[in-house]
């Protein structure tokens, strides 16, 4: 629960992958557990690796003419694409009879579009198993190129709705993008106070400086600073 969310649109959430009821700790035990007993899973986890991986995706806030349940669909093939691997199958060899088995498995174990903050967006909680049944970050994140990759690669799949990347190795984070698109709404949404009865127009424009012009205008000059 996030101090933003708007309790009256939590109902407008969809789970899209339900945990039933399972915390993320419990669906990661789970999953080892099931890996283990194929026998593809090494046998000790370090006490450093990465359990999960939480995918965030989302766009621009001025974007409202988008399907939003077409651009979740979309968004969630994407992240089962990228943090499965090929074709949702592990292969490995039995010890015991060296014989070739492949399972399939399924990297996802939860998903929520939330409705309920300033803009759509798609969680997803991922437990990073390889193509070999080995909890695997390094698999799905080798570095800061990967992150490149994934971002410009869900940028092409966003293009049938009409999404741009964002611009590559920009300075500008989510809080001040957050900032300067509220400062905008602002601007858009100003206006001068109404004249007063018999006010000359000399008047007006000397109270609109003082109580409207010179406060923005020093406004916006901190902002910029």
């Not at 803009?119 to 800061?144: M, T």
């Amino acid at each position: 629960h996030v101090l933003n969310a708007d309790p009256a649109r939590e109902k407008d959430n969809v789970e899209m992958i339900d945990t039933m009821g399972m915390s993320y700790e419990d669906l990661y035990a789970q999953y080892l557990t099931d890996l283990r007993i194929k026998g593809t899973l090494q046998k000790t986890i370090r006490k450093d690796a990465v359990k999960g991986f939480e995918v965030i995706l989302t766009y621009s806030r001025e974007r409202e003419d988008i399907d939003v349940e077409e651009w979740a669909k979309e968004s969630l093939e994407w992240i089962d694409r990228n943090f499965n691997p090929q074709g949702h199958e592990i292969r490995t060899t039995d010890p015991e009879t060296g014989e070739d088995k492949t399972y399939q498995v399924q990297n996802i174990k939860h998903a929520i579009l939330h409705m309920d903050e300033s803009k759509p967006h798609l969680h997803a909680f991922v437990v990073p198993i390889d193509d070999k049944g080995h909890l695997n970050s390094h698999y799905y994140n080798s570095g800061r190129q990967k992150f490149i990759q994934l971002q410009t690669d869900y940028a092409k799949t966003m293009k049938k709705f009409g999404l741009d990347r964002g611009e590559e190795n920009s300075v500008a984070t989510p809080v001040q993008m957050s900032r300067y698109y509220n400062n905008i709404k602002k601007a858009v949404e100003a206006h001068l106070p109404d004249p007063l009865p018999k006010e000359t127009a000399e008047e007006y424009r000397k109270r609109a400086e003082e109580e409207v012009y010179q406060p923005a205008l020093c406004s916006h000059n901190d902002q910029m600073v």
